[in-house]
């Protein structure tokens, strides 16, 4: 997978080709919830979603990495030293050994493994000197160059200094280091239509959500037909549901927010309105008060979706 780091679109027409099919993939990522290694992925270089890729990407491993080593022998291992710098308030934190579980399909050999917290005295002339400002992050030392891979994946990931690599392509939430607060934290509004039985399953919206890496720290179920629920149809202008509203700190998922306009919109207050109920399965028009019922994407390549009273 870290070979995938330099590997380069070679015409416009190959790169917009490719943006259409992530696009699409995202959508349907959102849709059925495909399971992918996707927050390692967004570490490893890909800074776009790959949803509903896994198979597409090479070989890969069992966590869905490129195992682009196994032939490599005992004694072309590169040798590093690992600390882990985190905080005892971490717990919302993302979980920073998915980035080892990652360096440790790469055929490295660790002579040690330690974690600092910023509470302690001792880490803070660490943080002066490296120029942390976010946590948990991760510093590497040792043979940083001798294993091919990694070496062209440092750049990508982050920054070395004085022989140390830094982790600097944090995912949220995170904390940071300035004030101590957690930052891209965000909640789920899920927006149901409990008459509409025939409406797709909200809960793929959640597995989905976990799937790309996303933990809300609140999530709401609302019916439409409650006096919330109207606020939120006239306040948004939802027309269709089952839908989700995302809200919070978004703008710190910058992937998502580079990809929601193919699959949402995005309100005035920065509220995430999903809109691509086409991609879900049956859904209720509310403009028209009636079902609309799409196929399974499985049955045709072309869903197609028809309306029939409620």
Wanted: glycine share 8%.
């Amino acid at each position: 997978m870290f070979n995938s780091l330099k590997k380069k679109k070679n015409s416009s027409k190959e790169e917009e080709g490719h943006k259409k099919k992530t696009e699409s993939n995202f959508a349907v990522g959102i849709a059925v919830g495909v399971v992918v290694a996707v927050i390692i992925l967004a570490i490893i270089g890909a800074l776009v979603f790959v949803v509903a890729q896994k198979g597409k990407l090479g070989k890969k491993t069992g966590d869905g990495l490129t195992n682009t080593n196994q032939a490599a022998s005992a004694a072309e291992k590169a040798k590093l030293r690992i600390t882990i710098v985190t905080s005892k308030n971490c717990q919302e934190c993302f979980d920073i050994n998915l980035l080892l579980q990652a360096l440790r399909q790469n055929n490295i050999e660790e002579k040690g493994t330690e974690t600092l917290y910023i509470e302690d005295n001792a880490t803070k002339t660490l943080l002066d000197k490296y120029k942390i400002t976010k946590i948990p992050t991760v510093l590497i030392a040792g043979e940083l160059d001798k294993n091919p891979n990694l070496k062209s994946a440092w750049p990508q990931l982050g920054e070395i200094i004085d022989g140390v690599f830094v982790f600097r392509e944090i995912i949220p939430p995170y904390i940071e280091v300035a004030t101590g607060q957690v930052r891209g934290k965000f909640s789920v509004i899920f927006l149901t239509d409990k008459s509409c039985d025939k409406c797709y399953d909200i809960n793929l919206h959640n597995t989905a959500l976990t799937n790309l890496g996303m933990k809300p720290s609140e999530t709401k179920t609302i019916d439409v037909a409650s006096d919330e629920g109207k606020a939120l149809v006239k306040e948004y202008g939802i027309k269709a549901v089952p839908t989700i509203l995302l809200q919070g700190e978004l703008s710190e998922y910058q992937n998502l927010s580079q990809v929601w306009p193919t699959v949402g919109t995005v309100a005035e207050d920065g509220t995430y309105i999903f809109t691509k109920m086409d991609e879900m399965g049956t859904y209720k028009d509310l403009t028209k008060g009636k079902v609309v019922e799409v196929k399974p994407q499985s049955a045709t390549t072309d869903q197609t979706a028809t309306p029939v009273s409620q």
